[in-house]
């Protein structure tokens, strides 16, 4: 082979490598400007995540996934159903990826594909879900306690030495608080449901 074939030879490979056909639709169905096309693949997202122990692939891995055209191992990630959406990785992010609105197109992504077959992150979204329908707000306490006796009980221990330190910095209520104005978040949910019917 001659130098001009194994130079063409290698610029259809970083071409075929850079067919950026599903990382461009994640970022165009992810609401808003989502940036993930600006990702450097630094790492502090992981680096930065309190939920990245339990996911199969750090942020960072998955955007690279995205990047391959990787969509049945993204689909099948249980990563952005661990994601808590506590935002601290987009406040660190040099890029300003806005990598939990990401993790929702994807879940979004994998529930129509049929690919995410995990029991207990649908578990964990629902428990979520009916706290903010309750109380208008995430109640940490009793999200976690309920998930790690249903699905983790083992770990427990070492996450009840965790809870006592947020709440002795009062980061954690022992009790749930309701916001004001309950009625009004509960006509926006109502109004949701009745869009999201009809989409
Ligand atoms: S912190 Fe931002 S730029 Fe860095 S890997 Fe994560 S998403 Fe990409
Ligand atoms: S928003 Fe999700 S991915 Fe980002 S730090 Fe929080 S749990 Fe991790």
Redesign the pocket.
């Known amino acids: 082979m001659t130098p001009t074939e194994v130079l063409e030879q290698k610029g259809a490979g970083l071409r075929k490598q850079e067919d950026l056909t599903l990382l461009h639709e994640v970022s165009v169905a992810t609401a808003g400007v989502s940036h993930l096309e600006?990702?450097?693949?630094?790492?502090?997202?992981?680096g930065s995540c309190p939920s990245a122990a339990d996911m199969d692939h750090t942020?960072?891995m998955l955007?690279a996934m995205l990047r391959a055209g990787m969509r049945d191992e993204v689909l099948r990630s249980n990563t952005p159903w661990i994601c808590v959406s506590c935002y601290h990785?987009v406040v660190?992010?040099?890029?300003i990826?806005h990598?939990p609105d990401v993790m929702y197109t994807l879940k979004g992504m994998a529930i129509k594909a049929k690919l995410y077959k995990d029991s207990t992150a649908p578990h964990f979204s629902q428990t979520f879900v009916g706290m903010v329908e309750t109380f208008g707000r995430s109640f940490e306490l009793g999200l976690a306690t309920r998930h790690y006796l249903q699905h983790y009980p083992l770990r427990l221990p070492g996450m009840a030495i965790m809870g006592l330190g947020l709440m002795t910095k009062s980061r954690m209520t022992i009790l749930p608080k309701q916001i004001k104005h309950m009625d009004q978040l509960k006509a926006i949910l109502n109004k949701a449901k009745t869009l999201e019917l009809t989409a």
């Open positions: 600006m990702c450097i693949q630094c790492g502090t997202c992981g942020p960072r955007f990785c660190r992010c040099p890029q990826v990598i």
